[in-house]
């Protein structure tokens, strides 16, 4: 099965920029991907998705600030994330929509 390592995190200031990345095991030319992101006793919630083709879709909140981009020559799916703000706190994971095993995400902390 597919493996998915998050990395990028990390601590920044409110109005800072970070870039995630997500490394698949295997291919992902195919599928529909995506970034979630699950905050302290929340759910875990859709933050931005990227079809095969490139048609990217993103939460409300995030629209304007993060980028969602992929690599399929390298499997890898990116999220650039600028104007953070601490409501952006958050352990972020990709994912096919769930359809592949999580992996352990990354946290991405924004003070004020």
């Known amino acids: 099965q597919v493996q998915l390592v998050e990395s990028g995190g990390g601590l920044v200031q409110a109005g800072g920029s970070l870039t995630l990345s997500c490394v698949a095991s295997g291919s992902i030319i195919r599928r529909t991907m995506g970034w979630y992101r699950q905050a302290p006793g929340k759910q875990r919630d859709m933050v931005a998705t990227i079809t095969s083709g490139g048609n990217t879709k993103y939460a409300d909140s995030v629209t304007g600030r993060f980028t969602i981009s992929r690599d399929n020559s390298k499997n890898v799916v990116y999220l650039q994330m600028n104007s953070l703000k601490p409501e952006d706190t958050a352990v972020y994971y990709c994912?096919?929509?769930?359809?592949?095993?999580w992996g352990q995400g990354t946290q991405v902390s924004v003070s004020s």
């Open positions: 994912n096919a929509g769930g359809e592949l095993k």
